[in-house]
């Protein structure tokens, strides 16, 4: 089984018509949705078996710095989850508890947020990195988000980065890897993102309009859960 713990819910017109974030995510995983066991923490607690082939965290529209109580929770599970060496992928959300629980700081990032399609790139260490390593140099990615980790657990290797985010993906040890960026998203969600956030850009048609598909970035779910069945 793979554990995809949910942190958050989507809008709720996006939820009813679309499905939500755990859905988005398991599309592209590539295994049988049978497989995966969803936990939602702000209503259930995790489990107490680590016996899982990989874990998942989703994002959430909440933010870390609230220090919600399932949050805190779920960021002492996580943690533990890392030293049992238990493959772990954090989204949005998800990647900031990570760093978090892992000794990082999360917080408002100095530019405001980042919203739409932009071009991430690899780092020379992704090359090494066994589920990046065969991503091309630069490849578009979904954004939407206010807060980053700021600084990275110690020892985190940053894996892609991009002008406004210097930590989009990091991986810590050998089985930990967290994305700002959203695997799960295709570009109907993430014009629905940009529509409900437009007051925050400075130009929403123009950011509307550079919303594409992101294949690269989707095969990323895959490619994990290709990486943990090994």
Same mark, same amino acid.
């Given at each position: 089984?793979?554990?995809?713990?949910?942190?958050?819910?989507?809008?709720?017109?996006? +939820?009813?018509?679309?499905?939500?974030?755990?859905?988005?995510?398991?599309?592209?995983?590539?295994?049988?949705?049978?497989?995966?066991?969803?936990?939602?923490?702000?209503?259930?607690?995790?489990?107490?078996?680590?016996?899982?082939?990989?874990?998942?965290?989703?994002?959430?529209?909440?933010?870390?710095?609230?220090?919600?109580?399932?949050?805190?929770?779920?960021?002492?599970?996580?943690?533990?989850?890392?030293?049992?060496?238990?493959?772990?992928?954090?989204?949005?959300?998800?990647?900031?508890?990570?760093?978090?629980?892992?000794?990082?700081?999360?917080?408002?990032?100095?530019?405001?947020?980042?919203?739409?399609?932009?071009?991430?790139?690899?780092? +020379?260490?992704?090359?090494?990195?066994?589920?990046?390593?065969?991503?091309?140099?630069?490849?578009?990615?979904?954004?939407?988000?206010?807060?980053?980790?700021?600084?990275?657990?110690?020892? +985190?290797?940053?894996?892609?980065?991009?002008?406004?985010?210097?930590?989009?993906?990091?991986?810590?040890?050998?089985?930990?890897?967290?994305?700002?960026?959203?695997?799960?998203?295709?570009?109907?969600?993430?014009?629905?993102?940009?529509?409900?956030?437009?007051?925050?850009?400075?130009?929403?048609?123009?950011?509307?309009?550079?919303?594409?598909?992101?294949?690269?970035?989707?095969?990323?779910?895959?490619?994990?859960?290709?990486?943990?069945?090994?």
């Amino acid at each position: 089984m793979f554990l995809v713990v949910k942190t958050g819910n989507t809008m709720k017109d996006l +939820a009813l018509n679309y499905g939500d974030f755990e859905d988005w995510m398991i599309r592209f995983m590539g295994v049988m949705r049978q497989n995966v066991m969803v936990v939602d923490v702000q209503k259930e607690n995790l489990p107490d078996s680590f016996d899982f082939y990989g874990i998942l965290i989703t994002g959430a529209h909440e933010m870390v710095t609230d220090r919600h109580d399932w949050s805190e929770r779920t960021a002492e599970w996580l943690r533990r989850a890392v030293e049992k060496s238990v493959p772990v992928m954090g989204v949005c959300y998800g990647h900031q508890l990570l760093a978090h629980a892992l000794g990082g700081t999360v917080d408002n990032h100095p530019k405001g947020p980042e919203i739409g399609t932009v071009d991430v790139n690899l780092t +020379a260490e992704a090359k090494k990195d066994p589920v990046f390593k065969s991503l091309p140099q630069t490849f578009r990615v979904h954004v939407s988000h206010t807060q980053s980790a700021l600084t990275l657990p110690e020892g +985190a290797v940053v894996l892609a980065n991009n002008p406004y985010e210097p930590h989009h993906a990091f991986r810590y040890g050998k089985n930990a890897w967290g994305v700002q960026f959203h695997p799960e998203y295709d570009a109907l969600i993430s014009r629905e993102y940009v529509l409900n956030q437009k007051e925050k850009l400075k130009s929403p048609e123009l950011t509307l309009g550079g919303v594409e598909e992101t294949p690269e970035a989707n095969s990323l779910l895959g490619k994990f859960c290709e990486y943990c069945v090994k």
